[in-house]
């Protein structure tokens, strides 16, 4: 498996503030996603970064609040916009490879509390 | 109902002994199931994959699939102190948007 490193590993932020979320994988994946995952709670998908074009995103999850880039084969981020205490979450990025692509790896998460 | 449901437990076991999870799942055209592996802080780590009917083994791990009942299961042998975790099933969404769903976990606690 591929090293996922993911940045910032924890925040603590403001209401109405904006933190984004990076992704950097140490090789070429075909699929990317972003989790969710609230305390004491399963990984919930937020959405898959598609790369050149924009991400697709499950139910209850918008562009507008969850912003994702993903320019190349090996980067991603994520924001999460105007945030709320209702945002506080571990946010993980997965990684999938070509041929393998339904076996996921993580990266390290991003613990984010918002006050 | 939910695409992929557990018992959040705490499933609890002497050192020793054999732990059991079990796991549904709704959609029945699905083919690819895993367990992943959870520690307090950490994030999931991949333990078994399985896409046929039967048992598939690797270690003191056994992942058991029944389409047909729509049933996943793992077994943990000689279960440790250290196999102390939350336990996620996950399936495979072929059709459409393709992602992985996750059940809520079950935590296991191994007793010294």
């Known amino acids: 498996s591929a090293v996922i490193s993911q940045k910032p590993s924890r925040d603590i932020c403001q209401r109405g503030t904006s933190l984004t979320i990076q992704c950097q994988v140490d090789?070429?994946?075909?699929?990317m996603f972003w989790y969710r995952q609230q305390p004491g709670q399963s990984l919930t998908l937020i959405a898959t970064?598609?790369?050149?074009?924009?991400?697709?995103?499950e139910s209850g999850f918008v562009i507008d609040k969850f912003p994702i880039s993903r320019p190349n084969l090996t980067f991603s981020t994520l924001t999460v916009s105007n945030m709320s205490p209702e945002d506080s979450s571990i946010y993980l990025c997965s990684v999938g490879y070509r041929g393998q692509e339904e076996k996921l790896f993580f990266g390290s998460g991003t613990q984010l509390s918002v006050l | 109902q939910k695409e992929v449901e557990q018992n959040s437990g705490p499933l609890s076991v002497p050192e020793g002994a054999i732990a059991s999870l079990n796991c549904t799942y709704s959609?029945?055209?699905?083919?690819?199931f895993f367990w992943y592996r959870q520690y307090s802080g950490k994030s999931p780590e991949l333990i078994m994959s399985i896409y046929s009917n039967g048992d598939k083994e690797d270690g003191r791990f056994t992942a058991q699939l029944n389409k047909a009942s729509q049933y996943v299961s793992l077994l943990i042998r000689d279960s440790q102190p250290s196999d102390s975790a939350t336990y996620l099933c996950?399936?495979?969404?072929?059709?459409?948007?393709?992602?992985?769903?996750f059940g809520s976990g079950t935590r296991l606690q191994v007793q010294p």
């Open positions: 970064a598609n790369q050149g074009s924009e991400a697709t995103y």
């Open positions: 996950a399936v495979w969404r072929d059709t459409g948007r393709r992602a992985l769903t």
């Open positions: 959609d029945r055209g699905s083919q690819s």
């Open positions: 090789s070429q994946v075909t699929m």
